[in-house]
Structures are given as C-alpha cells and as structure tokens.
C-alpha cells in the first residue's frame, strides 16, 4: 500500500485551466494504475481519468479532451491538467493508486481529496 497527497485544488474561474497533482508516498513499484475520481455530497465516486504503468490512458467521456493525465519521469507524481473548465465540475477530487503487493495481493488507497470549485 502507498499513500497519496493531492494538491492543486482551489477556486478558478471558467474555463480555467487548473492543474491537479498526486504525489505517491511509499513503493511505486507496487502500483499499478494511478488515477483521479470526483464526488459531489449525495453522489457515487466517479471515474475522471487514471493513467497505468505502460504510460496508458483512460479517460471518462466527457473529460475526454478537456482533461489530461500525466506523470513524472520518476513515475512518483501524477498531474491532472484540466481545461475548458465549467460550474459542472466543481466538486471533490480524489487521488487513487491501485496495485499488487508482493504481486499477488491487490490493494487501493486514496487521497483524502481537494475541492475545485469553478464561477462563471
């Protein structure tokens, strides 16, 4: 297991850009999948994008093209850069790793979350 500490949240105005960064605490040779989720009081979380070990994307449709996922050379912080920002996205993000320890046992850890919050 591995934890996470996100940074970059805060109040912008539309359309942005905002930039949101996870830094991985621990071995990051266990982890399998970093990615962003969003949740807003009330609602489930949900999948914004998460990139894997071979450097592979995924995104969420309709982060798709206004969002990118990044990390460093060292693999040990991931960026989230988001555009095209609108009142629809403001809610909690959290960070997500997913991987094996020692191979064969799976393991989830997450962030405690920052708040984006965009005006009009």
């Known amino acids: 297991q591995v934890q996470l500490l996100e940074s970059g949240g805060g109040s912008v105005q539309a359309v942005g850009p905002l930039e949101l960064s996870c830094k991985v605490r621990?071995?990051?040779?266990?982890?399998?999948?970093i990615g962003w989720y969003r949740q807003a009081p009330g609602n489930q979380r949900d999948h914004v994008a998460s990139i894997k070990h071979d450097d592979t994307t995924d995104y969420a449709d309709s982060m798709r093209g206004r969002f990118t996922v990044s990390r460093d050379t060292n693999k040990t912080t991931m960026h989230l850069q988001m555009n095209n920002l609108g009142p629809g996205d403001t809610t909690k993000y959290f960070c997500?790793?997913?991987?094996?320890?020692?191979?064969?046992?799976?393991?989830?850890?997450w962030g405690r979350g920052v708040q984006v919050t965009v005006s009009s």
């Open positions: 997500s790793a997913r991987g094996l320890i020692q191979a064969i046992s799976p393991f989830t850890s």
């Open positions: 621990g071995n990051i040779d266990t982890v399998n999948t």
